[in-house]
């Protein structure tokens, strides 16, 4: 075995005394370059787990066994490795609880969200954000790997184990083939079910095929450091093939290793896999650390092996359980870039996985059960407005539609109109002075109301104030602005003066009846994610990207009453009100002096309106 203070890049090269196998974590990375601290790790593993045999026993693929040796075999070891081959299979018995998601859902969308937010700001172009499902385990992690993989099938699958764990990989991606000098990867993203629909959708999805083709690039560039310059091609593109039960888009990217380059080299300057981390690959690498509640161990690094006669040959290690200290986990994610959706990547990380679990035996999964209620504060019946007509609101200051083709954006998403004339001809027949706008989904058609609002301080660098009241309100309102209101007035005036702030049956907080919350903790900033039960405000989006360019640390997920009724400031936003700052929380603390952060974002929503403001009139004048 490798000892601890080995370089197992460098293991791979000493292959004159026999074959090397087994398993480079994910976190060899952290050796390669500097990055900040990665999640907690409930399991920590070694960095890797590498051993040296002078004979190994390889099928070829068409069902014949080869015994491999530094030297010629004895007939004693083939007669060995026959009597082993000719056995009877053990029975190798395992069980497994119930799989839980690390993170949840509404956290998992919430750290896609940001991923997404980092990328429009310029810091990336994609980011692999995993999370894992872990459990308890007793019995043979190899009954375990042999089970699913006789069902499965996939076509780089590994198993390792020493006495501190193993590795179950059921793999269908190549990480790096090398054969004398030439070398080979083939970069797997982009997902679909296994269906003929999947597989015609996949091959015509641009944002599939933009994240692949971002990839592709970054295997080019990784083996370019260490091949030949101008060997370096992409042999097949964009291909969909049928891999470890899902639809794969997948290219073939080759090269030849230049001379004075071995083994060592050209793993470093590959690893971590580019299709786990992102491109460019130490910005998503350091995100990921932030993003991912638990460390990736064995996962998204590479099993496989280097020998004299074989080169070598290492899978990604994706589609991989790991069992150590009495639990089993399986590592799963997917590329994000600028235009991916929360919940659209949390229904791929099922869709990987389905297949893996289904192979093991292992039930589906989904969130944990969580309990009903944080803390006692007041509850409500609350009923979401039914699906029907939706409307949009506008600020409207002296003759500037703020936020304007965001907000018309939404519209159209929720009801296929253009609203776009009827506002601009609205906004043409009012004068100075701040407005609120309203346009409804009227007959088919969009309906354009105006009355006067009053200025919200936000345009000046200021907020306004209020107090709320926190109300349990089932399943919230929903991902789209409905006009009908009633439940949600009636509500209003019963908590009046308060604003009511909605929470949901597990605790988990959710928006205002008319705006996104915001909360302040330990000098981050929370606010809960987009997974279909909140409105997905347009001035919250803004805060979020100012908070991103003022460096401003934040948390997309989970935010409970718990948590909301002890932070350090909390913060409502929308249209026409702006930023309000919460000076009160009904039967909870006050909060008397307003945040640092709350100021740092007042301003730097201001400045962008303001610009923005300019830019309008500046080409105003100019038509």
């Known amino acids: 075995m490798a000892g601890h203070d080995d370089d197992p890049f460098a293991l791979l090269e000493q292959t004159s005394t026999g074959t090397w196998a087994g398993w480079l974590g994910y976190r060899l990375g952290r050796g390669l370059e500097r990055l900040p601290p990665d999640g907690e790790r409930p399991v920590a593993r070694p960095p890797a787990a590498l051993a040296r045999f002078e004979s190994v026993c390889r099928c070829d693929g068409e069902g014949r066994w080869w015994v491999e040796a530094v030297d010629q075999p004895h007939p004693a070891d083939v007669a060995r490795w026959q009597d082993r081959l000719d056995r009877p299979a053990p029975t190798l018995a395992w069980s ?35 999370l894992r499902l872990e459990t308890t385990f007793m019995g043979s992690p190899l009954g375990l790997w042999c089970e699913a993989g006789a069902r499965l099938r996939p076509g780089r699958a590994a198993f390792v184990a020493t006495d501190e764990g193993a590795v179950c990989s059921l793999s269908p991606e190549v990480f790096l083939l090398r054969h004398g000098r030439r070398v080979r990867s083939r970069p797997v993203k982009g997902t679909r079910a ?80 580019g299709s786990v981390t992102g491109a460019p690959k130490v910005a998503a690498e350091a995100l990921c650390c932030r993003l991912e509640p638990t460390a990736r161990e064995a996962y998204c690094g ?37 235009d991916s959706d929360g919940v659209d990547e949390w229904e791929e990380c099922l869709a ?37 007509p939706c409307l949009e609101t506008f600020l409207v200051a002296d003759g500037f539609v ?77 991902d789209h602005k409905r006009a009908d209101r009633a439940a949600v007035q009636d509500l209003e005036r019963r908590v009046a003066p308060f604003v009511p702030v909605l929470f949901d049956e597990d605790g988990s907080v959710l928006e205002a009846t008319w705006a996104n919350v915001f909360a302040v903790i330990d000098n981050r900033l929370w606010t809960p994610p987009l997974d279909g039960r909140i409105l997905p405000g347009v001035t919250r989006g803004v805060v979020l990207d100012e908070a991103v360019d003022c460096g401003v640390p934040l948390r997309i997920g989970r935010l409970g009453v718990e948590q909301l009724v002890a932070a350090d400031a909390v913060l409502l936003t929308s249209a026409v009100a702006g930023l309000v700052r919460i000076r009160g929380i009904q039967g909870h603390r ?34």
């Open 194 to 273: 296994l269906t003929e629909t999947g597989r015609l959708d996949l091959a015509a999805a641009p944002k599939d095929r933009a994240e692949h083709v971002m990839i592709v690039d970054l295997v080019r560039n990784d083996l370019g450091r260490v091949c030949v310059p101008g060997t370096v091609r992409v042999a097949r593109l964009l291909e969909a093939e049928a891999l470890a039960g899902v639809w794969h888009l997948v290219s073939t990217v080759e090269g030849t290793l230049a001379r004075g380059r071995g083994d060592a080299d050209l793993v470093r300057a590959c690893f971590p896999p």
């Open 402 to 478: 703020v936020e304007g083709p965001a907000r018309l954006a939404r519209f159209r998403r929720s009801t296929g109109l253009d609203a776009g004339p009827a506002v601009e001809a609205a906004v043409g027949g009012i004068g100075a002075g701040t407005w609120r706008l309203r346009v409804d989904e009227v007959g088919g058609a969009p309906a354009v109301t105006v009355v006067p609002a009053p200025r919200p301080p936000v345009l000046d660098g200021g907020w306004s104030e209020a107090e709320v009241a926190l109300v349990c309100f089932p399943g919230g309102l929903g």
């Open 590 to 623: 006050r909060l008397e002096e307003p945040h640092a952060i709350v100021a740092t974002l007042a301003r730097a929503v201001s400045r962008r309106w303001s610009a923005a403001g300019q830019r309008w009139a500046l080409r105003r004048k100019m038509l």
């Open 302 to 338: 590479a099993v496989g092996l280097a020998s004299a006669d074989h080169g070598i040959e290492l899978n990604v290690a994706i589609r991989t359980f790991e069992v150590a200290g009495g639990r089993l986990w399986l590592g799963v994610g997917g590329g994000v870039v600028a």
């Open 96 to 130: 497994a609880g119930d799989l839980v998601p690390r993170p949840s859902r509404p956290d998992h969308v919430g750290a896609v969200e940001e991923a997404v937010r980092r990328i429009a700001a310029g810091q990336l172009y994609q980011a692999n954000v995993c």
């Open 352 to 388: 990987k996985a389905a297949p893996v679990l289904a192979a093991a035996r292992l039930p589906p999964w989904d969130d944990p059960p969580t309990p009903r209620r944080g803390p006692a504060v007041q509850q409500e019946p609350g009923e979401a407005p039914a699906a029907g």
